[in-house]
Every structure is written in structure tokens, then in C-alpha cells.
């Protein structure tokens, strides 16, 4: 009996002394053992997490083996990705795959429209992943993030021209309440009277209203604050006084979470697109929708031929 309860102590002292040594190496990851360890942390974070919110999945419900994509209908829809448009003389960076010279842009259009390709709504989009409608062969989404004024001033036009439709992925607190005087050189947001006047064509849904940008440290690493869940009751509640009250959200630099995924569900949000190369097809789980992002290199007939291989199944 005194062996065994010898052996106990002995079992929970080392348990303790090796939890302590965890603890602290998830606190202090500054080599990259720790740096290991934190992460295998995380990951039993994620489980627990799951185990313990029964009511919470981030993957479709439907079984995708049974969905029957009606012949001559879409098998699955590219969601193109913009940010900044700029003419290509204004182009200081031309390295920034996230600034697209207009000249491109417009050659991308032209490209899209000439080969008989269609946009469809996000509404659309939601219905065609979980199995309600068919979606025209050739369909697809157009998304811009952040909200630059010169989505509104030089892409706007572009998209009225080839009746394309598209959605602004906004961050709340940059919107302007009048528009400055628009120029091409210099950096600037999108106003609340542009929105309303490109509303024809544009949907706006959210890029949170003030938490993108990093400084949420997790083992180590500088991500962003969107994950810090106890921000986000607070950010959603100031984004839709913003009148952005959507159940659609582009992730901040595509971060996401299952701790963040489920208080975005408490909220309403049905559809969350990452920066994940890949199509969306019915079926797909619809809080991590994949995107294509386009640069001022990408041949957009080579992109559209891409398919399963860069579809991740396990999303």
C-alpha cells in the first residue's frame, strides 16, 4: 500500500513538474522546442474546444458524396481576390501583389466578359455551397478587401461597363464620412456617399471594423487581433452601427479560428472567406470558403483551369 501510494505521489509530482515546464514554454517560446510545444498546445486548445461546444462545427453538415451537381451547371465557382487598384504609372510598388494596375484590372474584365463568365452575389454564393441552387456554368465572385477609395473611383467604372458585380470586403472604421479628392498616387479609403453611389454594383460586407492589423502574440508570433476573441463582441457591435450589418466576412490576412469562428456564428455570420487558394464548390464548409487571388502576373485563363489541386479537402 505505502509502494503504491509512493508510486502516486511519484506519478503526480513528475505530471506536475511537467505541466509546469509546458506552461512555461507555451509563455516563453523563444527557441524552437518551445516554440513546438506551444503550438501542440494550441492544438489540444482546439480540441477541447470542439469537445466541450457541442453545439459548434465549422464544416458543412451536408455530405457532399450525396450532392448532385445538375449537368451544365457549375461544379465550382472561383471567388477572384483584389485589394488596391492603382493606373500603372502610380504603381510605387510594383512588388505588392496586393496593388493591381488598372490597365490589368480592365485587361481582366474585358478577359472574364469576352469568355462569357457572370458574377453572382455572396446571397447566391451561400445557396449554391450549401446544396439549395445551381449556378450557371462560368459563374463567379469578385472581391475587393480593406475599402480603398479606388475601388469606387477607378474600378467601379470598369465593373459598370461589363455588368459585373462585386463585393467590398470593408474595414469599419476607415470608411470616410465625405469623399476626399480622389488621387491615384496616394492611399486613401472609400466614403460613406461613394458607397452609396456605387451600390448598383457593390455589395458591402465586413473586414471588421477596427481589428485589422497584428499584435496578438501566440507562440511567439505576431498575428492578428481578430483572434483575440474577447475583441470581437465589441468590433461587431461598432461594424454594423456602421451600417455593414452582414452575415459575411473576409478574415483579417485570412486568419481564423475555431474559438473565432464560433463567436462569429453567435453573431450571425454564415460565410467566412480565408486567403486559402482553391474553388468553392456545394458542400464546402462555409466559414472557410478558399479565394484566388489575382496579381498583376496572374494569367487569369491559366487560374480559371486550375482545379482540384489546390482545393483543400481539409478545410
Known amino acids: 500500500m505505502k509502494h503504491l501510494k509512493k508510486i502516486i505521489l511519484s506519478s503526480l509530482a513528475l505530471l506536475t513538474c511537467s505541466i509546469t515546464l509546458y506552461a512555461y514554454a507555451v509563455n516563453h517560446p523563444t527557441n524552437a522546442l518551445s516554440h513546438k510545444a506551444c503550438?501542440?498546445?494550441?492544438?489540444?486548445?482546439?480540441?477541447?474546444?470542439?469537445?466541450?461546444?457541442?453545439?459548434?462545427?465549422?464544416?458543412?453538415?451536408?455530405?457532399?458524396?450525396?450532392?448532385?451537381?445538375?449537368?451544365?451547371?457549375?461544379?465550382?465557382?472561383?471567388?477572384?481576390?483584389?485589394?488596391?487598384?492603382?493606373?500603372?504609372?502610380?504603381?510605387?510598388?510594383?512588388?505588392?501583389?496586393?496593388?493591381?494596375?488598372?490597365?490589368?484590372?480592365?485587361?481582366?474584365?474585358?478577359?472574364?466578359?469576352?469568355?462569357?463568365?457572370?458574377?453572382?452575389?455572396?446571397?447566391?454564393?451561400?445557396?449554391?455551397?450549401?446544396?439549395?441552387?445551381?449556378?450557371?456554368?462560368?459563374?463567379?465572385?469578385?472581391?475587393?478587401?480593406?475599402?480603398?477609395?479606388?475601388?469606387?473611383?477607378?474600378?467601379?467604372?470598369?465593373?459598370?461597363?461589363?455588368?459585373?458585380?462585386?463585393s467590398l470586403f470593408v474595414i469599419g472604421s476607415r470608411i470616410q464620412p465625405e469623399p476626399v479628392a480622389f488621387d491615384s498616387s496616394k492611399k486613401s479609403d472609400i466614403s460613406k456617399p461613394e458607397m452609396e453611389a456605387g451600390s448598383d454594383v457593390f455589395e458591402y460586407n465586413s473586414h471588421t471594423y477596427n481589428l485589422h492589423h497584428k499584435g496578438y502574440m501566440v507562440c511567439g508570433d505576431d498575428l492578428p487581433i481578430t483572434l483575440d476573441t474577447n475583441l470581437l463582441d465589441k468590433d461587431i457591435e461598432q461594424i454594423k452601427r456602421a451600417g455593414i450589418d452582414t452575415p459575411y466576412i473576409a478574415y483579417p490576412y485570412g486568419y481564423f479560428s475555431v474559438q473565432m469562428i464560433y463567436k462569429l456564428q453567435q453573431h450571425g455570420y454564415r460565410m467566412g472567406f480565408t486567403v486559402i487558394p482553391g474553388f468553392v464548390r456545394p458542400g464546402d464548409s462555409p466559414m472557410v470558403l478558399p479565394r484566388l487571388t489575382v496579381t498583376n502576373e496572374t494569367d487569369l485563363s491559366t487560374l480559371l483551369q486550375t482545379d482540384s489541386i489546390i482545393h483543400s479537402e481539409s478545410m
Open 39 to 166: 503550438t501542440s498546445w494550441k492544438i489540444v486548445e482546439r480540441k477541447m474546444f470542439t469537445l466541450f461546444n457541442t453545439d459548434f462545427s465549422m464544416h458543412s453538415k451536408l455530405d457532399r458524396s450525396k450532392l448532385v451537381v445538375k449537368e451544365g451547371t457549375a461544379t465550382e465557382v472561383p471567388v477572384l481576390m483584389y485589394h488596391y487598384i492603382t493606373p500603372k504609372a502610380d504603381n510605387r510598388e510594383p512588388g505588392n501583389k496586393s496593388v493591381v494596375n488598372l490597365e490589368t484590372f480592365e485587361q481582366n474584365m474585358k478577359f472574364l466578359y469576352d469568355n462569357g463568365y457572370r458574377t453572382v452575389t455572396l446571397a447566391e454564393l451561400e445557396q449554391y455551397v450549401n446544396g439549395e441552387i445551381s449556378l450557371p456554368q462560368k459563374s463567379f465572385v469578385i472581391t475587393f478587401d480593406d475599402g480603398y477609395q479606388n475601388n469606387y473611383t477607378l474600378a467601379y467604372p470598369v465593373l459598370k461597363k461589363y455588368n459585373f458585380h462585386a
